[in-house]
């Protein structure tokens, strides 16, 4: 668990970069830090691995904090993913990631083993990958490395700044599923900063919305979409008219085979708009659906949250 007590960041004495912080990020958590550019999100990650220095207020990963681990040993237990990896280009992938201290104390066998098992869970053949060179790597593929190195010492936390901003649209999504994948696997806590509003409803166990380095509002995807706190939340997430325009509930929902099998709460009609969908789907996470009196199906909300990140029907 990480907390943060008040925390604020000053760089110089009139200006709040983070203002009074309060967040509980749990463990095993997907946590995703969104917001528009300069609102604070890169200062509150560095924050926790102690790239940048807290000015007031308090840190804590599992009841202790920060300033009280040894630097190395925190920084240990905390991998650490850029926007774009730099990875030494005369060297090769193995070596790149071999590179990383805390495998310096192993034997050579050992390291190899690793390796491989590191660009395995990043969905890359050791075999096929190990000794190529960084520059015969795609962009997604660099950053996949990114994501190898910062797991290198099995660290129970990682932090991601914008990992996969710089990728196609492509390789961004399917990065996004494998990390997705990895993390449910692996169980690490992630706290991912991203600007994109389609990427943090992919991807996260929670949405921490910020601006002006303050929270306005942190929840799960679908009370961010279904409950914004405010005007601000609402026009990040804006349900446009082109996603309510290409709504088809018929299409979301699984068909039932049996009609008896009926679930809590009043059923939804299959005629039924996006918002009279969603607001039904506030208080359960499965809705029966109806065409003239007879189930024919049921939704579930994250189909819902999913046809709208994919359709665009959010900003991103
Ligand atoms: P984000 O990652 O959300 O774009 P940052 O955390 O990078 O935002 O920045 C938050 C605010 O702090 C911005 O106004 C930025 O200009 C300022 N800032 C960031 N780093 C520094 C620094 N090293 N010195 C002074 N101001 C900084
Ligand atoms: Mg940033």
Redesign the pocket.
């Known amino acids: 668990m990480i907390i943060f007590e008040n925390v604020s960041?000053l760089?110089?004495e009139n200006?709040k970069?983070?203002d009074a912080l309060n967040l509980h990020i749990h463990t095993g958590e997907f946590f995703v830090l969104i917001?528009?550019?300069?609102?604070?999100?890169?200062?509150?990650?560095?924050m926790i691995n102690r790239l940048?220095e807290v000015s007031h207020g308090s840190i804590s990963i599992n009841g202790k904090n920060i300033y009280d681990y040894n630097i190395h040993e925190l920084r240990w237990n905390i991998g650490y993913v850029l926007q774009q990896i730099a990875l030494f280009p005369h060297m090769t992938v193995g070596e790149n990631i071999a590179v990383v201290p805390e495998l310096k104390k192993c034997g050579k066998a050992e390291v190899q083993k690793r390796v491989d098992e590191l660009l395995e869970m990043v969905g890359l053949e050791p075999k096929v990958y190990r000794d190529r060179k960084p520059k015969e790597l795609s962009g997604g593929q660099q950053q996949r490395i990114g994501v190898a190195r910062a797991m290198a010492a099995d660290p129970g936390i990682i932090l991601m700044?914008e990992p996969f901003s710089a990728l196609d649209p492509i390789s961004r999504e399917k990065l996004q599923d494998d990390i997705l994948y990895l993390q449910k696997t692996i169980k690490k806590t992630i706290v991912f900063?991203t600007?994109d509003m389609k990427e943090a409803l992919k991807i996260a166990d929670r949405v921490c919305m910020?601006k002006d380095?303050a929270v306005v509002q942190v929840g799960k995807p679908e009370d961010i979409v279904q409950n914004p706190a405010s005007d601000f939340v609402r026009d990040f997430v804006g349900v446009h008219g082109s996603a309510e325009d290409a709504f088809q509930l018929e299409r979301l929902m699984t068909p039932t085979l049996s009609e008896e099998r009926s679930l809590s709460g009043s059923p939804v009609s299959v005629s039924a708009s996006l918002q009279e969908t969603l607001s039904k789907l506030a208080c359960h996470d499965q809705l029966s659906v109806e065409r003239n009196g007879t189930i024919i199906g049921q939704i579930d909300r994250k189909a819902v949250i999913r046809f709208l990140a994919e359709r665009g029907g959010v900003h991103g």
């Open positions: 960041k760089y110089s200006r970069a983070v917001g528009p550019s300069g609102c604070g999100k890169t200062t509150t990650l560095k940048i700044d900063v600007h910020m380095g």
